[in-house]
């Protein structure tokens, strides 16, 4: 069970998408989440490893203390955690499936404060899927940080979602250094 605001965004994107495999960023209307845009993201993906941010949230901004466009979201993520979440990432786009990431925001001096963040694939003018719409939701207090900007957020479990829908072999566990990827 996801936060609201996360499973929200999810059915949003799953309407959108009708019988496409995924829905194309033109679908997307911001307008029908306003409520959500300050927690809203749009990155990109021009190659493998190479996924920057186009639009995000003035929540982002404020976390990270910082403009994210243009910087690549892999680079927010714990090093030891890049490898998991790419591979994670490559799989949730070409099975046009979302992702959720259970994360943990690290600030220096204080305790981490868990968050959910969500992965979405859209499909460019092209119609390749190249980018994703997401959330960053916190699942606890974020007070905690003491107002200090994450300097880096850490996995703690990643769930792809739809898989049973698939055809074919299905994936039971994937893991990677012990921890759960797929």
Same mark, same amino acid.
């Given at each position: 069970?996801?936060h609201p605001s996360t499973q929200r965004l999810i059915d949003y994107w799953r309407d959108r998408k009708g &019988?496409?495999?995924?829905?194309? *960023? #033109?679908?997307?209307?911001? %307008? &029908?989440?306003?409520?959500? /845009?300050? +927690?809203v993201f749009i990155a990109g993906r021009e190659k493998l490893g190479r996924m920057p941010f186009r639009l995000? %949230? %003035?929540? /982002?901004?404020?976390?990270?203390?910082?403009?994210?466009? !243009?910087?690549?979201?892999?680079?927010?993520? #714990?090093?030891?955690? *890049?490898?998991?979440?790419? @591979?994670?990432?490559?799989?949730?786009? *070409?099975?046009?499936?979302?992702? $959720? $990431?259970? #994360?943990?925001?690290?600030?220096?001096? $204080?305790? @981490? $404060? %868990?968050?959910?963040?969500?992965?979405?694939? /859209?499909?460019?003018? !092209?119609?390749?899927?190249?980018?994703?719409?997401g959330i960053y939701q916190p699942i606890a207090i974020m007070a905690r940080l003491e107002g200090r900007p994450?300097?880096? /957020?850490?996995?703690? +479990?990643?769930? @792809?979602?739809?898989?049973?829908? +698939?055809?074919?072999?299905?994936?039971?566990?994937?893991?990677? &250094?012990?921890?759960?990827?797929?």
């Amino acid at each position: 069970m996801f936060h609201p605001s996360t499973q929200r965004l999810i059915d949003y994107w799953r309407d959108r998408k009708g &019988d496409a495999p995924a829905p194309a *960023r #033109a679908d997307i209307d911001p %307008g &029908d989440f306003t409520d959500l /845009l300050p +927690q809203v993201f749009i990155a990109g993906r021009e190659k493998l490893g190479r996924m920057p941010f186009r639009l995000t %949230g %003035g929540f /982002l901004t404020d976390l990270h203390a910082r403009d994210l466009r !243009n910087e690549d979201l892999l680079s927010l993520w #714990a090093l030891s955690h *890049r490898l998991e979440l790419k @591979s994670s990432l490559e799989i949730a786009r *070409r099975r046009c499936q979302p992702i $959720v $990431v259970t #994360a943990d925001i690290r600030a220096q001096g $204080v305790p @981490s $404060v %868990g968050m959910e963040v969500m992965f979405a694939p /859209l499909r460019g003018v !092209n119609g390749e899927t190249d980018r994703f719409l997401g959330i960053y939701q916190p699942i606890a207090i974020m007070a905690r940080l003491e107002g200090r900007p994450a300097y880096e /957020l850490g996995v703690r +479990q990643i769930q @792809s979602l739809g898989l049973a829908d +698939q055809e074919g072999p299905q994936l039971r566990l994937a893991t990677l &250094d012990g921890r759960r990827i797929a």
